[in-house]
């Protein structure tokens, strides 16, 4: 069965820096990546995700993540966070293809401030 | 607008009781889900529908039962909850390749 490790359960940041939030999988065939944001108190919405092709993909609010097939990673960046990304955020894989069946990491709280 | 609609949005019960926590897509979705967030845990799948009339167990089904009658709803029915089961739930559709695209605002369980 796949895995999802989120190496950090917390990140806090300053606002304007760059940050990192680590994402890693196994699975030992093909895979979809993705990953979502959570507002307090709100539902996930989709920030982005990897089906097949370019391993850079480009999500909303200027987030960014990088298909690692070696390192079996996914790990989402932003050059210049803002404090409204206060949010948390969950790295999900689902394998070979499956369209429905996702397994979520458990999470990382990213918190901007001032 | 598209939408995922859950309800309730919080209910306080107690344990046996049998209650239902409705789902509704208006974007004709063919895939919707049911998952559970529990602190440090993330979100964990308890069904997945494919379409009408089509479902399966997610990662953790035990207690849990679900229908899919018609395209836009998928209702998770707890048929005698248990205080395990208390949690934040949501439902969530998708269309096409890759992953739920729309989310519910969340129902939040509490089962004394």
């Known amino acids: 069965a796949q895995s999802v490790t989120q190496l950090d359960s917390q990140v806090p940041v300053f606002e304007e820096a760059p940050v990192e939030l680590r994402c890693n999988y196994s699975s030992s065939v093909s895979v979809y990546l993705f990953w979502y944001v959570q507002y307090p108190n709100q539902g996930l919405q989709l920030l982005l995700k990897y089906l097949s092709g370019s391993t850079l993909v480009k999500g909303i609010n200027g987030f960014e993540a990088e298909f690692n097939k070696s390192q079996t990673s996914f790990h989402l960046r932003k050059p210049s966070v803002h404090i409204s990304d206060t949010a948390e955020y969950f790295c999900?894989?689902?394998?070979?293809?499956?369209?429905?069946?996702?397994?979520f990491g458990k999470g990382t709280l990213l918190t901007v401030n001032p | 607008e598209a939408q995922v609609t859950q309800n309730p949005r919080y209910l306080i019960t107690v344990t046996g009781k049998k209650l239902t926590v409705t789902c509704s897509q208006n974007m004709n979705h063919e895939y919707m889900s049911w998952y559970r967030q529990d602190p440090g845990l993330g979100l964990r799948q308890i069904y997945y529908s494919m379409n009408v009339e089509v479902t399966d167990k997610g990662d953790v089904p035990e207690g849990y039962k679900v229908s899919r009658k018609e395209k836009r709803n998928f209702p998770l029915i707890l048929e005698s909850p248990s205080p395990n089961q208390t949690s934040l739930y949501f439902c969530?559709?998708?269309?096409?390749?890759?992953?739920?695209?729309?989310f519910g605002d969340g129902t939040r369980l509490s089962i004394l």
């Open positions: 999900a894989v689902s394998v070979g293809g499956s369209n429905y069946k996702l397994t």
């Open positions: 969530a559709s998708s269309q096409g390749r890759g992953g739920p695209q729309h």
